[in-house]
């Protein structure tokens, strides 16, 4: 089940059952934190990434990830998987 999913749950113990949010986050396995926690839009914040990749594989068709990635690199582009 993904966390969408269990949020909804929660959603609906609370609203249409009446149980508090932490009884309800508890039974579907959902931390409060995580049922609080603002839902973000991946695409949006990947789509700068994804443009210069595309880019890239229009020029490049054989290139694979870390060819890509080095690429990028020299480019100027330092994305990493954490930020």
Not at 17 to 46: F, K, M, T, W
Request: glycine residues 4%.
């Amino acid at each position: 089940m993904t966390p969408s999913a269990r949020r909804e749950a929660v959603q609906i113990m609370t609203q249409d059952h009446g149980l508090s949010v932490q009884r309800a986050c508890s039974s579907a396995r959902l931390s409060r934190a995580a049922y609080y926690r603002p839902i973000q839009d991946r695409s949006q914040a990947d789509a700068e990434i994804v443009t210069a990749l595309n880019e890239l594989i229009a020029v490049e068709l054989r290139w694979g990830f870390w060819k890509c990635f080095d690429r990028l690199r020299q480019m100027g582009r330092h994305w990493n998987h954490i930020l």
